[in-house]
């Protein structure tokens, strides 16, 4: 027996944003292309618009915190789309805390103050994160978002995995004659 899969209409936005939605915090499942980057769009826009207000009227080490948490919004529908093409969804959590952490170092090293004063010291800034930690936490930082990024392009795996049943692919079973 042979079994050939059928792919399901790609969802529409309002589809994709119900979806993605009524899922906000949960961690389990799969998510489909259409689903991640609908909800992508719609995420980063707002980000952007509420980062730049938080960052007018908020001291810097509280919108660093605020836009990190933000941040946390993506994460569920990042893991479960990690989960549709087959990976685990650690890369996107690992791309979060290690991003975190160099906002953190950036802000409590100095390298923020250095950066921000009338007369900016670029040299002085990179002189305080060029330490051994910061550099691992960043080449942790870049490797990890770079493949999530990458898998989130991928197409579902067409049959079930580890995380569940496709939900783009629909099994059709055929019987070969002998």
């Not at 004063?117 to 910061?134: C, H, K, Q, Y």
């Amino acid at each position: 027996m042979e079994t050939t899969y059928t792919a399901q209409p790609t969802l529409s936005f309002g589809q994709a944003m119900s979806q993605a939605l009524g899922r906000l915090c949960t961690l389990k499942g799969r998510s489909r292309r259409s689903e991640f980057w609908w909800f992508m769009l719609i995420f980063v826009i707002l980000y952007c618009i509420i980062s730049s207000f938080i960052s007018i009227f908020v001291e810097l080490l509280a919108a660093q915190i605020i836009e990190q948490a933000l941040c946390l919004v993506a994460v569920p529908i990042t893991v479960r789309r990690l989960h549709d093409c087959g990976h685990s969804g650690w890369w996107c959590i690992l791309s979060w805390l290690s991003s975190t952490a160099i906002s953190i170092l950036f802000i409590t090293s100095g390298a923020a103050d250095d950066l921000m004063s009338i007369n900016g010291d670029f040299i002085a800034a990179m002189e305080r994160m060029n330490t051994l930690p910061v550099k691992i936490i960043s080449a942790i930082s870049v490797v990890t978002s770079i493949a999530t990024f990458i898998f989130c392009f991928i197409d579902s795996q067409k049959k079930a995995n580890r995380y569940g049943n496709s939900p783009k692919y629909v099994a059709n079973s055929t019987i070969e004659e002998p």
